[in-house]
């Protein structure tokens, strides 16, 4: 799981294409076993992103993702932050943990698929089928989040005109 300031969640992401479509998986740390107030009403990166967009969806297979979420990734050097309309970060993954081809086709396309939820059970080595099934069980518990974002790297410097 990448690590995060003390006042963050801890998250696992994952980076997946689909038919040569980007998806991003961030699976949150598992919530309080004691609390039982509904994920989209406690306080946290889940309820976070359902208030900038992000639609709980009812399952995976066969939703069209929802557009205008006001949330992105921004790919800087280093680190790819998900943030909001108000540049606040909201998540950091080390950039190193994204496959390249995942990156690069989500750079050419501006903008990935994101599912998010607490306690997905997502492991590295799972495939992609084992990954959508588990979105869709997870989905229809009403515990994923979703939508389509968009994804940029800033520029560093002027143009060069010729």
């Known amino acids: 799981m990448t690590s995060l300031p003390a006042d963050a969640v801890a998250a696992a992401a994952r980076f997946v294409l689909l038919r040569d479509l980007p998806l991003l998986i961030v699976d949150l740390e598992p919530p309080d076993d ?40 921004t790919i800087e050097r280093d680190v790819i932050r998900l943030e909001d309309d108000a540049e606040t970060t909201l998540l950091r993954i080390p950039r190193g943990a994204v496959d390249k081809p995942w990156l690069e086709r989500a750079v050419a396309l501006k903008g990935t698929m994101l599912c998010v939820g607490p306690a997905l059970g997502v ?27 968009g994804v940029a790297e800033p520029r560093f410097g002027l143009p060069l005109l010729f």
């Open 34 to 73: 004691d609390d039982p107030t509904p994920p989209l009403l406690r306080a946290g990166l889940f309820r976070a992103l359902t208030e900038r967009g992000l639609v709980t969806l009812p399952r995976f297979y066969g939703v069209d993702f929802p557009r205008g979420v006001n949330v992105g990734l």
């Open 123 to 149: 492991t590295a080595d799972q495939d992609e089928q084992a990954l959508c099934d588990l979105l869709d069980i997870a989905a229809t518990a009403g515990r994923v989040a979703g939508g389509i974002i």
